[in-house]
């Protein structure tokens, strides 16, 4: 409304039509106006009775009323604070009336770049831009030099499982056209009972989490064998799998009807009468039942199912199938035990090794408190037994009686690792066991509000309190709480990719929403090593660090992005980033000579970015840079840096993070949407950087 009447299109919004020449008049305005007239547009927003002055009563009702439809995550006295504070900026205690003119308004943008970066938000989209970057996914090619380069080992990985699978093929149609002059039907059959064998072996080997964790604690074996990849080998087995048992199946089928035979069709295809198999002519009825349970299998192994709220234990249950599959497979095929052997040795002992742990004082703990940040997200705070080692990123499966006594759940441990005393885990509330923990200790805390010890988090002086969207609550089980020790079962830890981050020259940590918590075990890591290395002089008391760690080390430089929905959850994690900001700056005061040692990038989704051109997001703009610019706070976060909203461009931050870091190899993190996964590789391609992913789902 306010925009058609500075453009003289009142009687267009009271109508609620406007032509098409008003709509290019407009248009031509917003795109090729110069900034003095973009300003002059913001100008009369505010000036509401048109008297070519902005009052700060105007521009504050303005901004309650926009920050309200904006759905400004804060309190009432926070927004109002954040106008106050913003206000100051225009200087309206100058003038008897706190009136100001245009040409005073427009001085204040002119004195700040990023004020002044506010006016070309006052625009149309570019077309030809989304086109570009439309024509970007459409032409995006994995097989470059620098993807070839960047993969070789798995390239190489992959050949090989391939000329395996082709050998054993060339192999069976040599041997049985040769040797046993089979028919075609039967040779058909027998490659995909051939191809069967090795690859659900290999299968096994490929999910075998202890020998994963050693080979990756090995830096020459993870250099050459792709263990980051064993999910994604394992689902291309698994389909190698279903697509031989069809095969096989159906050249069965069909050499049943071509052959001649004494036994009739059934009977070779339902019972035991043809003596098929080298158990008690088991393969026909065995052959059916593998089939059903593959079946199941792998139509609750789909992505559509997995990904499905709930589904997920649909998925985990039905995988213990393999149970019976092997079992069955054993008795069904004469020669699979020559193949299985070796991986069910190596799982014998990984069981017997897991199980000692679990069930023995080593997997044994309780909690020690648990913090419910928000409606959607808990912390436990466990105690961390004293012969329990693990490493950045990695993750154990945890057991609660109290809940399901027999179910195990994988959460990445998000605490550092010179942390002895306890292990901090932070899990998402999903319709499944999370949810029923979540509300188990949610319920706890209202039922037992007259005993138990409840607190507020204990936040920084440079974070108020009414920054947190909901105070979370503490409830501590020890002896003072009078609350009752809450034993669990531990197992592991188990590695992921993110163990390698320190053997980097320069890193990007990319987390979406809860999957930011493998980085985080990093950042404590960190500060760790910061605060160990301070040298304090006993005359002046002047704090410096160790020549190690400011020159010795092979982690040169860090850039922590975290992409959040909802702006509430940079709470979970808020205390650790604003005490990095603090000690980062005391180490730069001590060496001034020395650049940024971690730089922290945070993107708020649920607002359209600004970078596409929005005109509803100039207020808002102009709020958050005049509020940063006088309190040098984030007026989300009150972090020193500032939360960006919309989604990251990634294009245009990776070619900056490598005209930044081009003397230094740069290795990419992420954990989080599989979607977002997929751009970010792809722009890790271009750039040629190094792509490390993290599953959600262990």
């Not at 003038?95 to 004020?115: G, W």
């Not at 079992?327 to 190596?346: A, E, T, Y």
């Given at each position: 409304?306010?925009?058609l009447?500075?453009?003289?299109?009142?009687?267009?919004?009271?109508?609620?039509?406007?032509?098409?020449?008003?709509?290019?008049?407009?248009?031509?305005?917003?795109?090729?106006?110069?900034?003095?007239?973009?300003?002059?547009?913001?100008?009369?927003?505010?000036?509401?009775?048109?008297?070519?002055?902005?009052?700060?009563?105007?521009?504050?009702?303005?901004?309650?009323?926009?920050?309200?439809?904006?759905?400004?995550?804060?309190?009432?006295?926070?927004?109002?604070?954040?106008?106050?504070?913003?206000?100051?900026?225009?200087?309206?205690?100058?003038?008897?009336?706190?009136?100001?003119?245009?040409?005073?308004?427009?001085t204040?943008?002119?004195?700040?770049?990023?004020?002044?970066?506010?006016?070309?938000?006052?625009?149309?989209?570019?077309?030809?831009?989304l086109?570009?970057?439309?024509?970007?996914?459409?032409?995006?090619?994995?097989?470059?030099?620098?993807?070839?380069?960047?993969?070789?080992?798995?390239?190489?990985?992959?050949?090989?499982?391939?000329l395996?699978?082709?050998?054993?093929?060339?192999?069976?149609?040599?041997?049985?056209?040769?040797?046993?002059?089979?028919?075609?039907?039967?040779?058909?059959?027998?490659?995909?009972?051939?191809?069967?064998?090795?690859?659900?072996?290999?299968?096994?080997?490929?999910?075998?989490?202890?020998?994963?964790?050693?080979?990756?604690?090995?830096?020459f074996?993870?250099?050459?064998?792709p263990?980051?990849n064993?999910?994604?080998?394992?689902?291309?087995?698994?389909?190698?799998?279903?697509?031989?048992?069809?095969?096989?199946?159906?050249?069965?089928?069909?050499?049943?009807?071509?052959?001649?035979?004494?036994?009739?069709?059934?009977?070779q295809?339902?019972?035991?009468?043809?003596?098929?198999?080298?158990?008690?002519?088991?393969?026909?009825?065995?052959?059916?039942?593998?089939?059903?349970?593959?079946?199941?299998?792998?139509?609750?192994?789909?992505?559509?199912?997995?990904?499905?709220?709930?589904?997920?234990?649909?998925?985990?249950?039905?995988?213990?199938?393999?149970?019976?599959?092997?079992?069955?497979?054993?008795?069904?095929?004469?020669?699979?035990?020559?193949?299985?052997?070796?991986?069910?040795?190596?799982?014998?002992?990984?069981?017997?090794?897991?199980?000692?742990?679990?069930?023995?004082?080593?997997?044994?703990?309780?909690?020690?408190?648990?913090?419910?940040?928000?409606?959607?997200?808990?912390?436990?705070?466990?105690?961390?037994?004293?012969?329990?080692?693990?490493?950045?990123?990695?993750?154990?499966?945890?057991?609660?009686?109290?809940?399901?006594?027999?179910?195990?759940h994988?959460?990445?441990?998000?605490?550092?690792?010179?942390?002895?005393?306890?292990?901090?885990?932070?899990?998402?509330?999903?319709?499944?066991?999370?949810?029923?923990?979540?509300d188990?200790?949610?319920?706890y805390?209202?039922?037992?509000?007259?005993?138990?010890?409840?607190?507020?988090?204990?936040?920084?002086p440079?974070?108020?309190?009414?920054?947190?969207?909901?105070?979370?609550?503490?409830?501590?089980?020890?002896?003072?709480?009078?609350n009752?020790?809450?034993?669990?079962?531990?197992?592991?830890?188990?590695?992921?990719?993110?163990?390698?981050?320190?053997?980097?020259?320069?890193?990007?940590?990319?987390?979406?929403?809860?999957?930011?918590?493998?980085?985080?075990?990093?950042?404590?890591?960190?500060m760790?090593?910061?605060?160990s290395?301070?040298?304090?002089?006993?005359?002046?008391?002047?704090?410096?660090?160790?020549?190690?760690?400011?020159?010795r080390?092979?982690?040169?430089?860090?850039?922590?992005?975290?992409?959040?929905?909802?702006?509430?959850?940079?709470?979970?994690?808020?205390?650790?980033?604003?005490?990095?900001?603090?000690?980062?700056e005391?180490?730069?005061?001590?060496?001034?000579?020395?650049?940024?040692?971690?730089?922290?990038?945070?993107?708020?989704?649920?607002?359209?970015?600004?970078?596409?051109?929005?005109?509803?997001?100039?207020?808002?703009?102009?709020?958050?840079?005049?509020?940063?610019?006088i309190?040098?706070?984030?007026?989300?976060?009150?972090?020193?840096?500032?939360?960006?909203?919309?989604?990251p461009?990634?294009?245009?931050?990776?070619?900056k993070?490598?005209?930044?870091?081009?003397?230094?190899?740069?290795?990419?993190?992420?954990?989080?949407?599989?979607?977002?996964?997929?751009?970010?590789?792809?722009?890790?391609?271009?750039?040629?950087?190094?792509?490390?992913?993290e599953?959600?789902?262990?």
């Amino acid at each position: 409304e306010r925009l058609l009447k500075i453009v003289e299109q009142e009687a267009a919004y009271n109508k609620n039509s406007i032509d098409g020449t008003s709509v290019l008049r407009i248009a031509r305005l917003l795109w090729a106006g110069t900034l003095s007239v973009k300003a002059l547009i913001l100008f009369k927003l505010f000036d509401y009775d048109n008297n070519n002055r902005v009052s700060l009563s105007e521009m504050k009702t303005f901004y309650q009323q926009y920050l309200k439809e904006f759905k400004f995550p804060h309190n009432e006295n926070r927004t109002n604070e954040i106008i106050d504070i913003f206000l100051t900026g225009f200087h309206f205690d100058d003038d008897d009336d706190q009136q100001i003119n245009f040409d005073q308004f427009y001085t204040v943008l002119q004195s700040n770049d990023e004020l002044l970066h506010t006016l070309y938000l006052i625009s149309i989209p570019d077309q030809h831009l989304l086109i570009s970057n439309l024509q970007n996914k459409i032409s995006h090619h994995c097989c470059t030099r620098e993807y070839i380069k960047n993969n070789l080992n798995r390239i190489i990985c992959l050949f090989i499982y391939i000329l395996v699978n082709l050998s054993l093929i060339i192999y069976v149609v040599v041997y049985r056209l040769m040797m046993a002059k089979l028919n075609g039907w039967e040779i058909t059959a027998r490659i995909g009972g051939e191809l069967i064998n090795f690859n659900f072996s290999f299968s096994f080997l490929l999910m075998l989490k202890q020998t994963i964790t050693l080979i990756r604690s090995n830096s020459f074996l993870r250099h050459y064998v792709p263990v980051d990849n064993h999910i994604d080998l394992h689902k291309i087995v698994g389909t190698v799998i279903a697509v031989s048992s069809i095969v096989h199946s159906l050249a069965l089928m069909i050499n049943y009807t071509v052959k001649p035979s004494e036994y009739t069709w059934i009977q070779q295809m339902f019972t035991t009468i043809p003596q098929y198999g080298w158990i008690n002519g088991t393969a026909p009825i065995t052959g059916i039942v593998l089939f059903i349970l593959l079946f199941i299998m792998v139509l609750c192994a789909m992505q559509f199912v997995r990904q499905k709220t709930g589904y997920y234990q649909l998925f985990y249950y039905t995988h213990l199938l393999y149970v019976p599959l092997f079992i069955l497979l054993i008795i069904h095929s004469r020669d699979f035990w020559k193949w299985f052997i070796g991986p069910i040795v190596l799982f014998s002992v990984e069981k017997l090794y897991s199980f000692k742990r679990c069930f023995g004082k080593y997997g044994l703990t309780y909690l020690l408190s648990v913090t419910i940040e928000d409606e959607n997200v808990l912390s436990l705070i466990i105690y961390r037994p004293h012969n329990f080692s693990f490493n950045i990123g990695d993750y154990i499966f945890i057991n609660f009686p109290l809940i399901a006594s027999y179910e195990w759940h994988p959460f990445t441990i998000s605490s550092g690792p010179e942390e002895k005393n306890f292990l901090r885990l932070h899990i998402q509330k999903q319709k499944n066991w999370t949810k029923k923990l979540h509300d188990y200790f949610t319920n706890y805390s209202k039922q037992r509000d007259s005993y138990e010890k409840l607190v507020d988090t204990v936040l920084l002086p440079v974070m108020p309190e009414y920054t947190r969207i909901q105070s979370p609550k503490i409830i501590e089980f020890n002896d003072q709480s009078g609350n009752k020790q809450i034993n669990l079962r531990i197992d592991g830890p188990y590695s992921s990719c993110t163990r390698y981050i320190f053997d980097c020259e320069h890193c990007v940590l990319i987390g979406g929403g809860i999957g930011i918590t493998p980085y985080v075990s990093v950042l404590e890591s960190l500060m760790y090593q910061f605060r160990s290395q301070r040298m304090i002089c006993s005359n002046c008391s002047h704090m410096n660090y160790t020549n190690e760690f400011c020159c010795r080390r092979t982690l040169k430089k860090v850039d922590f992005i975290w992409i959040n929905r909802d702006v509430k959850n940079f709470g979970w994690f808020i205390k650790l980033l604003s005490d990095f900001e603090v000690e980062q700056e005391t180490y730069l005061n001590a060496n001034p000579e020395h650049e940024r040692y971690l730089d922290i990038h945070l993107y708020f989704t649920s607002l359209a970015s600004n970078e596409t051109n929005r005109m509803g997001n100039v207020a808002y703009d102009l709020v958050a840079n005049v509020y940063s610019q006088i309190s040098h706070k984030d007026m989300y976060t009150n972090l020193k840096t500032k939360t960006r909203i919309g989604r990251p461009n990634w294009k245009l931050l990776f070619s900056k993070l490598k005209v930044e870091q081009k003397n230094r190899t740069t290795s990419v993190f992420f954990c989080g949407n599989k979607t977002m996964g997929q751009t970010i590789n792809q722009q890790c391609q271009e750039q040629n950087f190094l792509f490390h992913s993290e599953p959600f789902d262990k």
